[in-house]
Antibody
Framework: QVQLQQSGPGLVKPSQTLSLTCAIS??????????WSWIRQSPSRGLEWLGR?????????DYAVSVKSRITINADTSKNQFSLQLNSVTPEDTAVYYC??????????????WGQGTLVTVSS | QSALTQPPSASGSPGQSVTISCTGT?????????VSWYQQHPGKAPKLMIY???KRPSGVPDRFSGSKSGNTASLTVSGLQAEDEADYYC???????????FGGGTKLTVL
């Protein structure tokens, strides 16, 4: 059974960097059949996909247009985890952040396992 | 504002059926058969209920079914049970730039 365990601070000051980590058990971050995403949820924006990392002979990253200039997602194979960094945060970035695995179900990658969620509040 | 439009609420009595709609555009829901539905109980992570419009992952009761017509996808829950009360979100592949779009969620109440 795949488990995703999130960690990171719940409070970040405006203009600083939001950093979260997602530790994977039951699968490998280097898997050739999975992708690893960050998704956030807020009352104002609903569910919003932020970006993903995945390995297919080399590492790839895709980011949502809305955060592309501020986001970095990295994989750490030694710890079997991946991380999110979101720079220059504002109160609009306050949300519950989820990490999630997507695998090929049929012809498309679908999110089948999610982390427990981390409420991140941006406030001074 | 979410990319896909869902009604904010839906309700039904135990044993009844309820259908939740998810309206997108010809660039997402209408263009691809890559619509998924997620169930989310309060304080919990979303759970995959339907993928590729109408397919159920192992372990999801066959009371849950999905369909699509044009730019609108639908989730039907038949034989409503108390544990079906939750928020339901749709998602769709939205092309290489946006990758995936989500709906705003529908709160299903079992009366």
């Amino acid at each position: 059974q795949v488990q995703l365990q999130q960690s990171g601070p719940g409070l970040v000051k405006p203009s600083q960097t939001l950093s979260l980590t997602c530790a994977i058990s039951g699968d490998s971050v280097s898997s050739n059949s999975a992708t690893w995403s960050w998704i956030r949820q807020s009352p104002s924006r609903g569910l919003e996909w932020l970006g993903r990392t995945y390995y297919r002979s080399k590492w790839y990253n895709d980011y949502a247009v809305s955060v592309k200039s501020r986001i970095t997602i990295n994989a750490d194979t030694s710890k079997n985890q991946f991380s999110l960094q979101l720079n220059s945060v504002t109160p609009e970035d306050t949300a519950v952040y989820y990490c999630a695995r997507a695998v090929l179900l049929g012809s498309w990658y679908t999110f089948d396992f999610w982390g427990q969620g981390t409420l991140v509040t941006v406030s001074s | 504002q979410s990319a896909l439009t869902q009604p904010p609420s839906a309700s039904g009595s135990p044993g009844q059926s309820v259908t939740i709609s998810c309206t997108g555009t010809s660039s997402d829901v209408g263009a691809y058969n890559f619509v998924s539905w997620y169930q989310q109980h309060p304080g919990k992570a979303p759970k995959l209920m339907i993928y590729e419009v109408s397919k159920r992952p192992s372990g999801v009761p066959d009371r849950f079914s999905g369909s699509k017509s044009g730019n609108t996808a639908s989730l039907t829950v038949s034989g409503l049970q108390a544990e079906d009360e939750a928020d339901y979100y749709c998602s769709s592949y939205a092309g290489s730039n946006n990758y995936v779009a989500f709906g705003g969620g529908t709160k299903l109440t079992v009366l």
